[in-house]
Protein backbone atom coordinates (compact mmCIF):
# COMPACT_ATOMS: atom_id res chain seq x y z
CA UNK A 1 0.00 0.00 0.00
CA UNK A 2 1.15 3.52 -0.54
CA UNK A 3 1.41 5.86 2.45
CA UNK A 4 2.50 9.60 2.24
CA UNK A 5 4.86 10.77 5.19
CA UNK A 6 5.83 13.86 6.53
CA UNK A 7 8.04 14.80 9.21
CA UNK A 8 8.07 18.03 11.44
CA UNK A 9 10.93 19.92 13.13
CA UNK A 10 13.36 17.91 14.37
CA UNK A 11 12.66 14.72 12.53
CA UNK A 12 13.88 16.34 9.44
CA UNK A 13 17.40 16.18 10.65
CA UNK A 14 19.16 13.49 8.85
CA UNK A 15 16.04 12.37 7.16
CA UNK A 16 13.13 14.15 5.40
CA UNK A 17 10.22 16.56 5.31
CA UNK A 18 7.59 14.42 3.16
CA UNK A 19 8.25 10.98 1.47
CA UNK A 20 6.10 8.60 -0.66
CA UNK A 21 6.67 4.74 1.10
CA UNK A 22 5.18 1.49 0.06
CA UNK A 23 4.38 -0.40 2.93
CA UNK A 24 2.64 -4.18 3.52
CA UNK A 25 -0.99 -4.18 4.20
CA UNK A 26 -1.43 -3.69 7.93
CA UNK A 27 1.52 -1.96 8.63
CA UNK A 28 1.04 0.22 11.95
CA UNK A 29 2.39 3.29 12.79
CA UNK A 30 4.74 2.12 15.20
CA UNK A 31 6.64 0.14 13.03
CA UNK A 32 6.88 3.51 10.60
CA UNK A 33 8.28 5.75 13.83
CA UNK A 34 11.02 2.57 14.41
CA UNK A 35 12.20 1.89 10.52
CA UNK A 36 12.35 6.06 11.00
CA UNK A 37 15.07 5.48 13.82
CA UNK A 38 12.48 7.11 15.89
CA UNK A 39 11.84 6.52 19.47
CA UNK A 40 7.88 6.06 20.89
CA UNK A 41 9.36 8.53 23.72
CA UNK A 42 10.53 11.29 20.94
CA UNK A 43 7.00 11.01 20.03
CA UNK A 44 4.58 14.06 20.40
CA UNK A 45 1.76 14.37 18.01
CA UNK A 46 0.79 11.21 15.79
CA UNK A 47 -2.12 12.40 12.60
CA UNK A 48 -3.41 10.08 10.18
CA UNK A 49 -5.12 12.31 7.48
CA UNK A 50 -5.19 15.70 9.99
CA UNK A 51 -6.78 13.55 12.44
CA UNK A 52 -5.08 12.34 15.76
CA UNK A 53 -3.71 8.92 15.90
CA UNK A 54 -2.38 6.08 17.86
CA UNK A 55 1.03 4.22 17.77
CA UNK A 56 -0.83 1.01 16.86
CA UNK A 57 -3.26 2.33 14.55
CA UNK A 58 -2.85 0.49 11.12
CA UNK A 59 -2.29 2.61 8.18
CA UNK A 60 -4.50 2.48 4.94
CA UNK A 61 -3.46 2.76 1.29
CA UNK A 62 -3.13 6.66 0.55
CA UNK A 63 -3.02 7.43 4.17
CA UNK A 64 -0.96 10.42 5.14
CA UNK A 65 1.46 10.16 8.36
CA UNK A 66 2.44 12.99 9.84
CA UNK A 67 5.12 12.66 12.76
CA UNK A 68 6.08 16.00 15.60
CA UNK A 69 8.32 15.18 18.36
CA UNK A 70 7.33 15.74 21.63
CA UNK A 71 8.10 19.65 22.77
CA UNK A 72 7.49 20.85 26.84
CA UNK A 73 9.83 23.97 27.54
CA UNK A 74 9.18 26.83 28.59
CA UNK B 1 -13.07 59.65 47.11
CA UNK B 2 -15.03 62.45 45.47
CA UNK B 3 -12.40 64.71 45.62
CA UNK B 4 -9.77 62.20 43.80
CA UNK B 5 -12.16 62.02 41.26
CA UNK B 6 -12.53 65.72 40.74
CA UNK B 7 -8.87 65.83 40.81
CA UNK B 8 -8.78 63.50 38.31
CA UNK B 9 -11.35 64.57 36.06
CA UNK B 10 -9.48 68.43 36.50
CA UNK B 11 -6.30 66.82 35.08
CA UNK B 12 -7.73 64.94 32.06
CA UNK B 13 -6.62 66.73 28.64
CA UNK B 14 -8.05 65.57 25.45
CA UNK B 15 -9.50 62.63 27.14
CA UNK B 16 -6.76 61.51 28.34
CA UNK B 17 -5.41 61.17 32.09
CA UNK B 18 -1.81 61.52 32.48
CA UNK B 19 0.48 59.60 34.72
CA UNK B 20 1.88 62.20 36.53
CA UNK B 21 -1.56 63.27 37.90
CA UNK B 22 -2.39 59.59 38.51
CA UNK B 23 0.94 60.17 40.72
CA UNK B 24 -0.58 63.08 42.00
CA UNK B 25 -3.56 61.98 42.86
CA UNK B 26 -2.22 58.55 44.87
CA UNK B 27 0.27 60.89 46.63
CA UNK B 28 -2.78 63.45 47.65
CA UNK B 29 -4.97 61.29 48.97
CA UNK B 30 -2.39 58.69 50.33
CA UNK B 31 -4.26 56.12 47.33
CA UNK B 32 -2.16 53.03 46.24
CA UNK B 33 -2.05 53.41 42.07
CA UNK B 34 -4.01 50.30 41.76
CA UNK B 35 -6.64 51.98 43.26
CA UNK B 36 -6.43 55.62 42.10
CA UNK B 37 -6.20 53.88 38.22
CA UNK B 38 -9.56 51.69 39.49
CA UNK B 39 -11.07 55.00 39.68
CA UNK B 40 -10.38 56.82 36.82
CA UNK B 41 -11.04 53.64 34.67
CA UNK B 42 -14.62 53.67 36.26
CA UNK B 43 -15.03 57.33 35.94
CA UNK B 44 -14.44 56.75 31.90
CA UNK B 45 -11.07 58.78 32.48
CA UNK B 46 -8.56 56.82 30.47
CA UNK B 47 -4.97 56.68 31.82
CA UNK B 48 -2.56 58.06 28.87
CA UNK B 49 -0.49 55.03 29.07
CA UNK B 50 -2.97 53.14 27.80
CA UNK B 51 -3.42 55.79 24.79
CA UNK B 52 -2.12 53.39 22.16
CA UNK B 53 -4.54 50.62 23.35
CA UNK B 54 -7.86 52.97 22.72
CA UNK B 55 -8.56 52.38 18.71
CA UNK B 56 -8.73 48.30 19.74
CA UNK B 57 -9.54 48.78 23.02
CA UNK B 58 -12.61 50.55 24.18
CA UNK B 59 -12.54 52.07 27.77
CA UNK B 60 -14.81 49.75 29.00
CA UNK B 61 -12.65 46.84 27.72
CA UNK B 62 -9.89 48.24 29.56
CA UNK B 63 -11.56 48.48 32.50
CA UNK B 64 -12.11 44.94 32.20
CA UNK B 65 -8.81 43.89 31.92
CA UNK B 66 -8.09 45.97 34.89
CA UNK B 67 -10.43 44.46 36.93
CA UNK B 68 -9.04 40.79 35.67
CA UNK B 69 -6.87 38.49 37.79
CA UNK B 70 -4.40 36.42 35.26
CA UNK B 71 -2.19 33.15 36.83
CA UNK B 72 1.01 33.02 35.32
CA UNK B 73 2.56 29.38 35.92
CA UNK B 74 5.97 29.50 35.36
CA UNK B 75 8.39 32.85 35.67
CA UNK B 76 10.98 32.13 33.43
CA UNK B 77 11.16 31.88 29.51
CA UNK B 78 8.26 32.17 28.43
CA UNK B 79 6.12 33.71 32.10
CA UNK B 80 8.77 36.65 31.99
CA UNK B 81 7.59 37.30 28.42
CA UNK B 82 3.76 36.66 29.32
CA UNK B 83 4.01 38.88 32.96
CA UNK B 84 5.66 41.51 31.02
CA UNK B 85 2.93 42.09 28.32
CA UNK B 86 0.13 41.35 30.71
CA UNK B 87 1.96 44.66 32.90
CA UNK B 88 1.53 46.64 29.84
CA UNK B 89 -1.31 46.01 28.48
CA UNK B 90 -3.23 46.79 31.88
CA UNK B 91 -3.94 43.31 33.27
CA UNK B 92 -4.75 44.58 36.54
CA UNK B 93 -3.82 41.55 38.44
CA UNK B 94 -1.03 38.91 38.02
CA UNK B 95 -0.67 36.05 40.20
CA UNK B 96 2.65 34.97 39.65
CA UNK B 97 4.09 31.35 40.18
CA UNK B 98 7.85 29.35 40.60
CA UNK B 99 9.74 27.40 42.56
CA UNK B 100 13.18 28.78 41.60
CA UNK B 101 15.77 31.60 41.41
CA UNK B 102 17.42 32.94 38.56
CA UNK B 103 20.66 30.98 37.25
CA UNK B 104 23.07 31.77 34.83
CA UNK B 105 21.89 29.50 31.79
CA UNK B 106 18.91 31.74 31.95
CA UNK B 107 20.29 34.54 30.64
CA UNK B 108 19.91 34.19 27.50
CA UNK B 109 16.24 34.06 26.98
CA UNK B 110 14.62 34.66 30.38
CA UNK B 111 13.42 38.44 30.18
CA UNK B 112 13.12 39.34 34.12
CA UNK B 113 16.83 37.49 34.37
CA UNK B 114 20.02 39.85 34.55
CA UNK B 115 23.44 39.41 35.75
CA UNK B 116 21.94 41.35 38.69
CA UNK B 117 19.22 38.87 39.45
CA UNK B 118 21.47 36.06 39.53
CA UNK B 119 19.91 33.74 42.69
CA UNK B 120 17.30 35.57 43.08
CA UNK B 121 13.68 34.38 42.90
CA UNK B 122 11.93 34.52 39.77
CA UNK B 123 8.13 35.78 41.04
CA UNK B 124 10.70 38.50 43.41
CA UNK B 125 11.79 39.83 40.17
CA UNK B 126 9.14 39.70 38.26
CA UNK B 127 7.23 41.48 40.90
CA UNK B 128 9.78 44.39 40.91
CA UNK B 129 10.05 44.61 36.91
CA UNK B 130 5.79 45.43 37.12
CA UNK B 131 6.41 47.77 39.71
CA UNK B 132 9.14 49.48 37.28
CA UNK B 133 6.64 49.41 34.19
CA UNK B 134 3.29 49.73 35.80
CA UNK B 135 2.98 50.39 39.32
CA UNK B 136 -0.84 50.08 38.77
CA UNK B 137 -0.83 46.10 38.42
CA UNK B 138 -1.01 44.49 41.23
CA UNK B 139 1.34 41.20 40.90
CA UNK B 140 0.69 38.72 43.97
CA UNK B 141 4.51 36.39 43.77
CA UNK B 142 4.20 32.75 44.72
CA UNK B 143 7.25 31.37 45.41
CA UNK B 144 6.42 27.70 45.02
CA UNK B 145 5.55 25.13 42.32
CA UNK B 146 2.29 24.06 41.49
CA UNK B 147 0.57 21.33 42.38
CA UNK B 148 -2.60 19.46 42.53
CA UNK B 149 -2.53 20.02 45.98
CA UNK B 150 -2.32 23.85 46.28
CA UNK B 151 -3.81 24.59 42.87
CA UNK B 152 -7.38 24.79 43.87
CA UNK B 153 -5.70 27.76 46.19
CA UNK B 154 -3.58 29.34 43.90
CA UNK B 155 -6.36 29.50 41.22
CA UNK B 156 -9.15 31.59 43.39
CA UNK B 157 -10.63 34.32 41.52
CA UNK B 158 -8.55 33.97 38.82
CA UNK B 159 -10.38 34.82 35.32
CA UNK B 160 -7.62 32.79 33.07
CA UNK B 161 -4.38 30.47 34.12
CA UNK B 162 -0.98 30.82 31.79
CA UNK B 163 0.85 27.89 31.27
CA UNK B 164 4.47 29.15 31.23
CA UNK B 165 5.40 26.06 32.68
CA UNK B 166 8.86 23.87 31.70
CA UNK B 167 7.48 20.13 32.33
CA UNK B 168 5.37 17.89 31.07
CA UNK B 169 3.98 16.60 34.44
CA UNK B 170 3.25 19.98 36.02
CA UNK B 171 1.47 21.15 33.20
CA UNK B 172 -1.14 18.25 32.83
CA UNK B 173 -1.66 18.55 36.83
CA UNK B 174 -2.47 22.38 35.74
CA UNK B 175 -4.78 21.27 33.15
CA UNK B 176 -6.58 19.00 35.53
CA UNK B 177 -6.67 22.14 38.59
CA UNK B 178 -7.89 24.40 35.54
CA UNK B 179 -10.79 22.11 34.46
CA UNK B 180 -11.97 21.44 38.19
CA UNK B 181 -11.80 25.26 38.83
CA UNK B 182 -13.67 25.59 35.40
CA UNK B 183 -10.90 28.21 34.40
CA UNK B 184 -9.95 28.65 30.93
CA UNK B 185 -5.96 27.71 30.01
CA UNK B 186 -3.44 29.21 27.51
CA UNK B 187 -0.93 26.82 26.80
CA UNK B 188 2.59 27.44 25.21
CA UNK B 189 5.46 25.21 25.23
CA UNK B 190 8.77 25.48 23.35
CA UNK B 191 12.02 23.75 22.50
CA UNK B 192 14.86 25.32 20.21
CA UNK B 193 13.58 26.58 17.11
CA UNK B 194 9.91 25.28 17.57
CA UNK B 195 7.29 25.74 19.47
CA UNK B 196 3.15 25.60 19.72
CA UNK B 197 0.28 27.24 21.66
CA UNK B 198 -3.44 25.99 22.37
CA UNK B 199 -6.14 27.42 24.17
CA UNK B 200 -8.38 25.38 26.36
CA UNK B 201 -11.66 26.31 28.59
CA UNK B 202 -13.53 24.27 30.94
CA UNK B 203 -14.13 20.77 29.74
CA UNK B 204 -11.78 20.77 26.43
CA UNK B 205 -9.16 18.55 26.94
CA UNK B 206 -6.92 19.56 24.28
CA UNK B 207 -3.64 19.66 26.32
CA UNK B 208 -4.40 16.13 27.89
CA UNK B 209 -4.19 15.20 24.12
CA UNK B 210 -1.33 16.93 23.02
CA UNK B 211 0.89 14.95 25.38
CA UNK B 212 -1.27 11.70 25.51
CA UNK B 213 1.87 10.11 24.06
CA UNK B 214 4.12 11.09 27.01
CA UNK B 215 4.99 8.86 29.56
CA UNK B 216 7.70 10.79 31.20
CA UNK B 217 10.78 13.44 30.80
CA UNK B 218 11.54 16.13 28.73
CA UNK B 219 10.73 16.85 24.86
CA UNK B 220 13.23 18.36 22.23
CA UNK B 221 13.77 21.16 24.58
CA UNK B 222 16.22 18.81 26.61
CA UNK B 223 18.53 18.40 22.95
CA UNK B 224 18.10 21.62 21.64
CA UNK B 225 17.76 24.30 24.94
CA UNK B 226 15.93 27.75 24.27
CA UNK B 227 17.29 30.60 22.10
CA UNK B 228 15.70 34.35 22.91
CA UNK B 229 13.20 34.49 20.20
CA UNK B 230 11.24 31.44 20.83
CA UNK B 231 9.89 32.56 24.22
CA UNK B 232 9.02 36.01 22.94
CA UNK B 233 6.75 34.52 20.14
CA UNK B 234 5.28 31.79 22.29
CA UNK B 235 4.32 33.76 25.03
CA UNK B 236 3.50 37.27 22.42
CA UNK B 237 0.33 33.98 21.01
CA UNK B 238 -0.45 33.52 24.78
CA UNK B 239 -1.21 36.70 25.75
CA UNK B 240 -3.26 37.34 22.41
CA UNK B 241 -5.04 34.30 24.06
CA UNK B 242 -5.36 35.91 27.43
CA UNK B 243 -6.36 38.81 26.05
CA UNK B 244 -9.52 37.42 23.43
CA UNK B 245 -10.72 35.45 26.60
CA UNK B 246 -11.16 38.48 29.03
CA UNK B 247 -12.35 40.69 26.26
CA UNK B 248 -14.80 37.75 24.65
CA UNK B 249 -13.12 38.81 20.99
CA UNK B 250 -12.07 37.09 17.88
CA UNK B 251 -11.42 33.78 17.14
CA UNK B 252 -9.50 31.79 19.84
CA UNK B 253 -7.11 28.67 19.38
CA UNK B 254 -9.49 26.53 20.91
CA UNK B 255 -9.78 22.68 19.42
CA UNK B 256 -6.86 23.48 17.41
CA UNK B 257 -2.62 23.77 18.05
CA UNK B 258 -0.59 26.34 16.37
CA UNK B 259 2.65 24.27 15.87
CA UNK B 260 5.59 27.30 15.24
CA UNK B 261 8.75 26.23 13.56
CA UNK B 262 11.16 29.11 13.39
CA UNK B 263 13.81 27.67 11.56
CA UNK B 264 12.00 26.55 8.54
CA UNK B 265 9.60 29.76 9.33
CA UNK B 266 6.29 27.61 8.64
CA UNK B 267 3.15 27.80 10.83
CA UNK B 268 0.95 24.17 10.91
CA UNK B 269 -2.94 24.34 12.56
CA UNK B 270 -3.71 20.21 13.92
CA UNK B 271 -6.72 20.33 14.71
CA UNK B 272 -8.50 18.10 18.30
CA UNK B 273 -11.73 18.66 16.92
CA UNK B 274 -13.59 16.66 19.38
CA UNK B 275 -14.87 13.38 17.12
CA UNK B 276 -18.96 13.18 17.40
CA UNK B 277 -19.79 10.13 18.75
CA UNK B 278 -21.03 7.47 16.23
CA UNK B 279 -24.34 6.03 17.11
CA UNK B 280 -23.51 2.82 15.63
CA UNK B 281 -20.69 2.32 17.80
CA UNK B 282 -22.33 3.50 20.93
CA UNK B 283 -24.94 1.10 20.69
Excluded at chain 1, 29 to 48: F, K, Q
Excluded at chain 2, 119 to 136: F, M, S
Excluded at chain 2, 144 to 161: K, P, S, Y
Excluded at chain 2, 248 to 262: A, F, N, P, V
Amino acid sequence: MHVTVKLFATFRNGRFKIAEKELPEGTDCRSVVLSLGLTEEEIGIIMINGRHGELEQELSNNDTLSLFPLVGGG
Amino acid sequence: MEDAINLLQEWTRDGLLPWSAQCAAAKHFGLSQAVVEGLALENGLFPARYQRNRNMITPDEQLRLFRSRIAVIGCGGLGGYVIEELARLGVGHIVAIDPDIFEEHNLNRQILSTPATLGKAKVDAALERVAEINPAVTVTAVRDAFCTANGFELLAGVQVAVDALDSISYRLELAEACAAAGIPMVHGAIGGWYGHVATQLPGDTTVQSIYRHWVAGKGIEQQLGNPAFTPAVVASLEVAEVCKILLGRGELLRHRKLSIDLLEMEVHEISYQELPIELVDAA
